[in-house]
């Protein structure tokens, strides 16, 4: 347990299972305290440091619906599985924190400093990214349609498994991003930089690429394919993936070369048994 005294003058105990609704605790430092069960909700906590703070992300009961997190560390803070709804987390720095799995709706993360943060599995609702930055962002399994991240650099970002249909991505950096699997149907793709990214059965069906960026997909894998059709617009005009369909009609004029995916996917499996 620790104390603490707020903003205004009174004495807070911070520990698991605190009622601190409403509290002033801006600008408070207490940077690995266990709020686990606590309820935080519209308490504000701008400025605040909580850097490796402790709030269990498989701890439901913890709530912050509607507190004021603007421009707290909360660097490498666990908030998986977290209520966030309608919080303020401008300015923030969420650099490699934890947001597994957490209800994003009214949530506020413009200009906050989002780097290697783990936005895995986020049903997002609604939320402003204005000026966020990112980068080694982990948003696999996600669902972000219709979510603007045009002119953000997202690279080295992991897309996998991804609901992304109808998002901007326009004027983007997702150069070394993994998109495998992805559902980026209707999705804004002009001008993207997409170099050394991966499309792995990515759904691009409706998308246009115009002037996106395209070099190094793909070229190290023979067997990757693409799910597209006639109304996909390419850069230049120019197809340079091969789809789903093409992937199949060589693997059966070439057995050898599906021998050599077998023994691929074989090995695939066993590192994720492992």
Same mark, same amino acid.
């Not at 998986?80 to 401008?90: A, H």
């Not at 005009?237 to 093409?246: M, N, V």
């Not at 023994?263 to 048994?273: A, V």
């Given at each position: 347990?620790?104390?603490?005294?707020?903003?205004?003058?009174?004495?807070?105990?911070?520990?698991?299972?605190?009622?601190?609704?409403?509290?002033?605790?801006?600008?408070?430092?207490?940077?690995?305290?266990?709020?686990?069960?606590?309820?935080? $909700?519209?308490?504000?906590? $701008?400025?605040?440091?909580?850097?490796?703070?402790?709030?269990?992300?498989?701890?439901? +009961?913890?709530?912050?619906?509607? @507190?004021?997190?603007?421009?707290?560390?909360?660097?490498?803070?666990?908030?998986?599985?977290?209520?966030?709804?309608?919080?303020?987390? $401008?300015?923030?720095?969420?650099?490699? @924190?934890?947001?597994?799995?957490? +209800?994003?709706?009214?949530?506020?993360?413009?200009?906050?400093?989002?780097?290697?943060?783990?936005?895995?599995?986020?049903?997002?609702?609604?939320?402003?990214?204005?000026?966020?930055?990112?980068?080694?962002?982990?948003?696999?399994?996600?669902?972000?349609?219709?979510?603007?991240?045009?002119?953000?650099?997202?690279?080295?970002?992991?897309?996998?498994?991804?609901?992304?249909?109808?998002?901007?991505?326009?004027?983007?950096?997702?150069?070394?991003?993994?998109? $495998?699997?992805?559902?980026?149907?209707?999705?804004?793709?002009?001008?993207?930089?997409?170099?050394?990214?991966?499309?792995?059965?990515?759904?691009?069906?409706?998308?246009?690429?115009?002037?996106?960026?395209?070099?190094?997909?793909?070229?190290?894998?023979?067997?990757?394919?693409?799910?597209?059709?006639?109304?996909?617009?390419?850069?230049?005009?120019?197809?340079?993936?091969?789809?789903?369909?093409?992937?199949?009609?060589?693997?059966?004029?070439?057995?050898?070369?599906?021998?050599?995916?077998?023994?691929?996917?074989?090995?695939?499996?066993?590192?994720?048994?492992?």
């Amino acid at each position: 347990m620790t104390e603490v005294v707020g903003s205004d003058g009174k004495t807070y105990k911070l520990e698991p299972r605190a009622s601190l609704v409403g509290a002033n605790l801006s600008g408070i430092n207490c940077p690995g305290v266990d709020l686990s069960f606590a309820d935080l $909700s519209n308490a504000d906590l $701008s400025n605040s440091y909580f850097y490796n703070g402790n709030i269990p992300g498989d701890q439901p +009961k913890t709530k912050l619906r509607g @507190a004021n997190l603007q421009g707290a560390n909360l660097q490498g803070v666990n908030l998986g599985f977290v209520d966030l709804e309608f919080v303020d987390l $401008s300015g923030s720095d969420l650099r490699g @924190a934890n947001l597994q799995s957490i +209800k994003l709706h009214n949530t506020n993360f413009t200009g906050a400093n989002m780097n290697r943060v783990d936005l895995s599995s986020v049903k997002l609702e609604s939320a402003n990214f204005s000026n966020a930055k990112f980068g080694q962002a982990n948003f696999s399994w996600a669902d972000f349609e219709n979510v603007d991240f045009s002119n953000f650099d997202l690279s080295d970002s992991n897309f996998r498994n991804a609901k992304l249909a109808r998002v901007n991505f326009s004027n983007t950096k997702c150069n070394n991003c993994n998109f $495998s699997f992805a559902d980026l149907k209707m999705a804004k793709l002009n001008r993207t930089d997409f170099s050394r990214s991966n499309f792995t059965m990515t759904d691009i069906c409706g998308v246009d690429l115009s002037g996106s960026n395209l070099s190094g997909v793909f070229l190290d894998d023979e067997f990757t394919s693409v799910k597209c059709d006639s109304s996909t617009k390419w850069p230049n005009g120019i197809r340079t993936l091969r789809t789903q369909d093409e992937v199949m009609q060589y693997l059966m004029e070439n057995p050898r070369a599906l021998r050599k995916l077998e023994r691929k996917n074989e090995k695939t499996f066993r590192s994720w048994r492992k």
